[in-house]
């Protein structure tokens, strides 16, 4: 059903770029491409034999929540879809939709401090405590876990390096010491999880922890450096375009 | 304004960046993680030790990925002063290591480059080795300012 979701999510974002492309400014094919991307990753993250291997063995389990978690997200926010959804729809709905986010409620969710709480919280939470037991017997809190990893992953990434303009976005500043902050509890989560064999009591032998605590480690790098690269480069952009704007008004 | 410009400062600010970090990085790897011969901070219970080398590795990885970037964006734009930036690197290395091996060992004692009863030989090298790093990098920067006038 996931998978379904996550089909039609992408079929909608097809359609809304083909319309763009029809007309002026178009929609740059990297975007969709990227978009694209980022869908295959979900569906193949919640794909039925990567789900039973990922019960099966810790690391597809840690890759899974790779996927799902942080290189999905990232692929999909750079295909910018809130702009292509504004753009696609009638002004008024527009506006509501714009209004919705830049609501007070919406603005502190989207905060990066907040979203790491989610998301860098939510996985002490799954590996330090029963949680995670509690997963693999029940389906629902298993689905549950995946639909708040890949929502928590999303909104800390956007919240980090998101390209959809926000006019409310923390700084540039807040957010790197968030990334930072997120970066410094993943990396010691990994750590805790090698040198203490967590996550407890799931019958998996200690090498096959270790080597997922290692996957989660450098995969995770991985991700963090993309987001880093992603934030410079925004911040490149936007100072830029500062400068542009006060050499035209002062020259 | 000449349009490849050589930007001498941000060329040895990009990678020093890139140098700090990766001396870090070898250090946490080598040293913190494959040999497990020391943490950040040794002054507290092996968690607390896992957590600093955490925070110290957050930080070399945000540094390399900054160093990186700033690189490339300079050597797009065709501003990149070689011979600064080789100054760079080394400044960078040899600093952060110097840095570490006297403020962080000696000096703050947060922890030890091994926890043996020979430690001078490990401190020895590890200073040495730092100085001779930061000697090179020094060199290469006044070899580039000279190259510049």
Known sequence: MLLLMAGTVWFAYLLAALWQGRRQPGWPLWRLASFTAGSALLVIALSPPVMSWGHADL?????????????????????????????SVPVTVAR???????????????????????????????????LYLLSLADPKV?????????????????????PDPSPHRAGFRTRLVALFLATAAHSILGKVMYGYGYPRDTGYRLTDIEAAAQLMYYGGNLAEIVLALLL???????????????????? | ?????????????ATLFLGIGLMAAVDEILFHQILAWHHFFDRSTPAIGILSDGLLHAAELLLLA???????????AGALARL?????????????????????????????????????????????????????GVLLWRRARAAEQ
Request: aromatic share 14%; charged share 10%; hydrophobic share 55%.
């Open chain 1, 59 to 87: 690391r597809w389990h840690m890759a899974q929540h790779l996927m799902l978690g942080m290189f999905a997200p990232i692929a999909l926010m750079l295909g910018k879809p809130v702009t292509l959804l504004l753009r």
């Open chain 2, 84 to 136: 600064h930036a080789w100054a760079g690197l080394f400044i960078g290395a040899g600093g952060f290591q110097l840095f570490d091996g006297i403020v962080n060992h000696k000096l703050l004692q947060l922890h030890q480059v091994r926890y043996v009863d020979n430690l001078w030989v490990y401190d020895l090298a590890w200073n040495g080795f730092s100085l001779v790093l930061l000697l090179i």
């Open chain 1, 96 to 130: 509501g939709i714009t209004a919705l986010l830049g609501s007070s409620p919406a603005r502190v969710l989207a905060h990066p401090i907040t979203a790491m709480m989610l998301d860098v919280g939510g996985l002490y939470l799954v590996y330090l405590t029963p």
């Open chain 2, 66 to 76: 900054a160093g990186f970037y700033l690189f490339v964006l300079l050597s797009r």
């Open chain 1, 142 to 162: 298993h689905v549950l876990l995946h639909l708040h990893f890949f929502l928590a992953g999303y909104l800390f990434c956007w919240a980090i390096a998101g």
């Open chain 1, 232 to 251: 410079f480069a925004g911040w490149f952009r936007r100072e830029a375009k500062r400068r542009m704007a006060m050499a035209v008004v002062n020259g």
């Open chain 2, 1 to 13: 304004m000449v349009a490849n410009a050589m930007d001498t400062r941000r060329s040895l600010r």
